[in-house]
C-alpha cells in the first residue's frame, strides 16, 4: 500500500507535541532512506520550534512526497481543505 492510499484510508488524530511527532516518524523509518527520514525531521523540528507539531496526516503527506506519489501542490490543496 503506498503513503497515499494509508492518508485516504484512515483518520489520523492531531499531535500535541515533538515527542508524539517523532514517535509517528519513528514507526516509518525502516521505509525511508537515510535521507528521506533526515528530510522529514528536519521539517518536524523546524516546525516544532513553532509550536507545530506533526500529525500522522502531515508524516504521510511529506513521505508521499518524498516517494514522488504526491505532488506539493496537491499537498497544499489538502492541508488547506483540513
Known amino acids: 500500500m503506498s503513503y497515499l492510499e494509508l492518508l485516504q484510508s484512515n483518520n489520523y488524530p492531531k499531535s500535541n507535541s515533538k515527542e508524539e511527532s517523532l ?20 521539517s518536524l523540528c523546524s516546525h516544532a ?8 496526516v502531515h508524516i504521510l503527506l511529506a513521505i508521499s512526497n518524498l516517494k514522488n506519489e504526491l505532488p506539493v501542490s496537491k499537498i497544499v490543496d489538502r492541508l488547506k481543505a483540513s
Open 23 to 42: 514517535a509517528i516518524l519513528q514507526r516509518y523509518r525502516e521505509d525511508l532512506t537515510k535521507n528521506e527520514y533526515q528530510a522529514v525531521l528536519d
Open 49 to 56: 520550534i513553532e509550536g507545530i507539531y506533526f500529525s500522522e
